[in-house]
T-cell receptor, first 111, second 114 residues
Framework: TQLLEQSPQFLSIQEGENLTVYCNSSSVFSSLQWYRQEPGEGPVLLVTVVTGGEVKKLKRLTFQFGDARKDSSLHITAAQPGDTGLYLCAGVYNQGGKLIFGQGTELSVKP | ETGVTQSPTHLIKTRGQQVTLRCSSQSGHNTVSWYQQALGQGPQFIFQYYREEENGRGNFPPRFSGLQFPNYSSELNVNALELDDSALYLC?????????????FGEGSRLTVL
């Protein structure tokens, strides 16, 4: 069974602070995706990382895929209230078309 | 380009009833996946349809069934509803079979079972 553990589950910080969200698994995934979900909406893809050790940047967000392709992290620099939402990592498991999602990290950024 | 649309957005059922949820895929997409998201949890894969054929199924009982139509829209049917079926049901479409392509999610159908 493939499982993705996300930590922390909840994070409440002040505007301007930095934060890191972790996504860990005992399984090797072919790639890993990060999504952001706002209340009443479906998840929206932020990034896909494919190669072990890969680092991708999206403005103030930095995503890293572990060398062994079992873990990933999302780092946000100088968080803003607009970053508030549920952040989900999802491992791509090619057999049968499914994504394995972590349980999510609920981020609240207070002004 | 029309995005993924789901209906209904909210519904309330009682235990033992049956429900059908509908999803229109994004234009040009031939693959639809369904996910169940319980409150405070990440989405869980139910099944995927590619060109009207099931292409993989998650760990859900047979009372969860699906269908994809020639226009690639899809339905999720759940029979004999249980209280634990209360969740947000998400549909996602993509242009590629499997999970390697970008998934575009709809806003979901919020099901409450009483």
């Amino acid at each position: 069974t493939q499982l993705l553990e996300q930590s922390p589950q909840f994070l409440s910080i002040q505007e301007g602070e930095n934060l890191t969200v972790y996504c860990n698994s005992s399984s090797v995934f072919s790639s890993l995706q990060w999504y952001r979900q706002e209340p009443g909406e479906g998840p929206v893809l932020l990034v896909t990382v494919v190669t072990g050790g890969e680092v991708k940047k999206l403005k103030r967000l930095t995503f890293q895929f572990g060398d062994a392709r079992k873990d990933s992290s999302l780092h946000i620099t100088a968080a803003q209230p607009g970053d508030t939402g549920l952040y989900l990592c999802a491992g791509v498991y090619n057999q049968g078309g499914k994504l394995i999602f972590g349980q999510g990290t609920e981020l609240s950024v207070k002004p | 380009e029309t995005g993924v649309t789901q209906s209904p957005t909210h519904l309330i059922k009682t235990r033992g009833q049956q429900v059908t949820l509908r999803c229109s895929s994004q234009s040009g997409h031939n693959t639809v996946s369904w996910y169940q998201q319980a409150l405070g949890q990440g989405p869980q894969f139910i099944f995927q349809y590619y060109r009207e054929e099931e292409n993989g199924r998650g760990n859900f009982p047979p009372r969860f069934s699906g269908l994809q139509f020639p226009n690639y829209s899809s339905e999720l049917n759940v029979n004999a509803l249980e209280l634990d079926d209360s969740a947000l049901y998400l549909c996602a479409s993509s242009s590629r079979r499997g999970a390697t392509g970008e998934l575009f999610f709809g806003e979901g159908s919020r099901l409450t079972v009483l």
